[in-house]
């Protein structure tokens, strides 16, 4: 079985279009690379019950959840709460965290520099030399920060010392013919090829080929076996090149 990710993008300014969100791009490119298949993505706003309810759904239904947003010192920064309410426990003070805030701001914390130390009671802390402020998991759960050059970082560690898997096989067939023409062969495939990944995707603006159709499969049989029936059910003319 492929495991599931879901993503949940946490933030008022995503969702009022003052902040380009380019995590969740990030981290599915990343996840493909290690054979992850992210299954759905989710933008929240700062709102505790919304982050609850969302984060919930998405820990029962993949195997794998990443948060983004919300775990600063302000009072907009609502993820920890609202994932300690999703599964009814309460938030703590954890002492790796404390101890990382205090080297690097002093003994005597401010109620804002504690607030950053805050996660959902039973949760694990991973600490890295790569990274500075420990990464935190609750239950099948990752939480990240927003900023960009954080997240990476924090992502690093996930994807080199908790995941060891292969990204599927591709192959890109390139088709000089519009998909009208070519979906009963790709209708076909797909009924055919369970362990194929089946992808169809028009090109607008004067290239070489009007399709670009993608196969991929974690099975290197399964991905040839249906390269061939591409090949085979499409006149070879209209075959512009493969890749992959």
């Known amino acids: 079985m492929i495991p599931t990710a879901g993503i949940i993008i946490i933030g008022d300014e995503i969702l009022s279009g003052m902040v380009q969100d380019s995590n969740s791009f990030f981290m599915l490119r990343e996840l493909r690379q290690i054979g992850i298949s992210v299954r759905r993505i989710s933008v ?5 019950y919304d982050i609850a309810k969302e984060v919930r759904e998405f820990s029962a239904a993949y195997d794998y959840i990443f948060t983004s947003g919300g775990i600063g010192p302000t ?3 609502v993820t920890i709460e609202g994932i300690a309410r999703a599964f009814g426990v309460g938030s703590a003070i954890d002492g790796r965290l404390r101890a990382f805030l205090e080297k690097h701001f002093g003994k005597e914390l401010t109620p804002a520099q504690l607030r950053m130390a805050e996660t959902p009671e039973g949760a694990d802390v991973i600490e890295d030399k790569r990274i ?7 239950r099948n759960i990752y939480i990240l920060p927003g900023i960009p050059e954080y997240l990476r970082e924090k992502f690093s560690v996930i994807t080199t010392l908790l995941f060891n898997k292969k990204p599927p096989l591709l192959k890109k067939v390139y088709i000089a013919e519009y998909e009208t023409q070519i979906a009963p062969v790709l209708n076909a495939l797909v009924r055919s090829s369970k362990r194929v ?4 995707y028009p090109a607008v603006g004067g290239k070489d080929y009007q399709v670009m159709v993608t196969l991929e499969s974690y099975e290197e049989e399964d991905l040839h076996s249906a390269l061939r029936s591409i090949l085979s059910g499409i006149p070879a003319q209209k075959i512009v090149r493969v890749e992959g």
């Open 197 to 200: 990944k089946v992808g169809s």
């Open 75 to 77: 009072h907009d920064d």
């Open 132 to 138: 500075g402020l420990p990464l935190i998991c609750f």
């Open 44 to 48: 929240v706003a700062d709102d505790v």
